[in-house]
C-alpha cells in the first residue's frame, strides 16, 4: 500500500500511516522530506523502531547531536524509569537532577538553543506510557509570527534574546551543575534574534521560549514582559498540537520553527520515550549569526559538548 497523509486539524502536523520507517525507498524518502518542510511535525504510528534504527532514520536529516556523558550518533532515554524498572522517587537527592530535567521540560522550549549551535530537529518514540497524561504539546511558530499585529513585527524585528538553560531551570528552583546532562554552556549565553528565517522555506517564525531571558538594551523586566506575552499569545490554537502517546509512536519535528513540552502525569508511573536530536547547519543555526568564519569551521557533532 502506497503512504497516506492525513493533516491533524491545526496550523502544523500531519499523519503517515501505511508506511515503514525501517525500510524506506527514495520515494518514500522524497514524501518525508516534502511533508517535513510543509507541516514542520510529522507523526508516524505503529514504528516500535530500535535505538539503532531511530538513529539511522534521524540521520537523513542531519548530524545526531552529541549530549555530554553520551557517545555520538546514539540515542538517548527521555525516561523517568531506572534500569532496575523503578520510577524515580523526587525526595531521593541522586535522582533530583534527572527529575528536574523532565519538570523544566514541561516548559515550552526550542531544543539546544541554549546552546552556541541550536537543534535542526528532534525526534522522539514511544516505549512505555503512563495510563494517563505525558503528552507532548508542539507550537507553531511560524503561523504565531503571521498573526503578529505590524506594530510587534515591528517593534521585535531587531531584537534578540540571550539564551541559558541555567536561567530557565532556576525558574524552577533548580540551579544547574555545569557538565551535567546535555552539556550545558560555561560561559555567556547564546544570542539569538526573535525573528527567525527558516533557512528552507523562508517563513519567519518566532524564536522564544523559556530558554530566551534577556534583550540587549531593554530593562530585564520589560524584556521577561515582552517574551511572555509573545509566548503567551502564540502558544494558543488553532497553533497547537497535543500529542497522546501510544507505543510504538514516533513524531519528529522542526525545532527552528516548533515549540515543543511535555505535559504533566503520575509520576509514580513511568514514562519512557527514545530520543534522537538533530543538530543544525552551523550557516542558519550557530547563535552568532553573520560570524561566516567561525559557523563554517564548527563540527555540529561536537557542537553542544562545550
Not at 525500510?23 to 518525508?32: D, G, K, S, V
Not at 531593554?218 to 517574551?227: C, G, S, V
Not at 522542526?254 to 509520576?267: E, F, I, K, Q
Not at 542558519?284 to 559538548?305: M, R, V
Request: a negative charge; glycine letters at 8%; charged letters at 25%.
Amino acid at each position: 500500500m502506497n503512504p497516506q497523509i492525513e493533516a491533524i486539524d491545526a496550523t502544523l502536523g500531519a499523519v503517515i500511516t501505511n508506511i515503514n520507517l525501517a525500510n524506506l525507498t527514495e520515494t518514500h524518502w522524497q514524501l518525508i522530506d516534502t511533508a517535513f518542510n510543509d507541516y514542520a511535525l510529522l507523526v508516524f504510528p505503529d514504528q516500535y523502531l530500535s535505538a539503532e534504527a531511530q538513529v539511522d532514520f534521524s540521520q537523513h536529516f542531519g548530524e545526531i547531536e552529541m549530549l555530554r556523558g553520551t557517545e555520538g550518533g546514539k540515542a538517548v532515554s527521555i525516561s523517568n524509569q531506572k534500569p532496575d524498572g523503578t520510577v524515580l522517587k523526587v525526595d531521593e537527592k541522586h535522582d533530583k537532577h534527572r527529575f528536574m530535567t523532565l519538570r523544566g521540560n514541561e516548559g515550552w522550549h526550542m531544543d539546544s538553543t541554549y546552546m552556541p549551535l541550536a537543534a535542526k530537529a528532534g525526534v522522539l518514540s514511544a516505549k512505555v506510557v503512563p495510563s494517563s497524561g505525558g503528552e507532548t504539546e508542539f507550537a507553531d511558530m511560524r503561523a504565531a509570527y503571521d498573526e503578529l499585529a505590524p506594530s510587534t513585527i515591528e517593534e521585535i524585528s531587531k531584537l534578540s534574546a540571550f539564551h541559558s538553560l541555567y536561567q530557565s531551570q532556576a525558574k524552577n528552583g533548580y540551579k544547574v551543575e555545569t557538565g551535567k546532562g546535555y552539556g550545558y554552556h560555561t560561559e555567556g549565553a547564546p544570542l539569538r534574534p526573535l525573528i527567525k528565517k527558516h533557512p528552507v522555506t523562508g517563513r519567519n517564525a518566532l524564536c522564544i521560549g523559556r530558554h530566551a531571558y534577556k534583550i540587549p538594551g531593554m530593562d530585564d523586566k520589560e524584556a521577561n514582559n515582552l517574551l511572555d506575552s509573545l509566548l503567551e499569545q502564540a502558544c494558543q490554537q488553532p497553533r497547537l498540537y497535543k500529542h497522546s502517546w501510544l507505543p510504538g509512536d514516533l513524531v519528529i519535528w522542526d525545532n527552528r520553527c516548533v515549540l515543543h513540552r511535555a505535559c504533566p502525569y503520575d509520576v509514580s508511573e513511568p514514562r519512557v520515550l527514545q530520543a534522537t536530536r538533530i543538530s543544525g547547519d552551523p550557516m542558519s543555526e550557530f547563535a552568532e549569526t553573520g560570524a561566516d568564519d567561525l559557523a563554517s569551521a564548527f563540527e555540529p557533532s561536537k557542537a553542544n559538548t562545550l
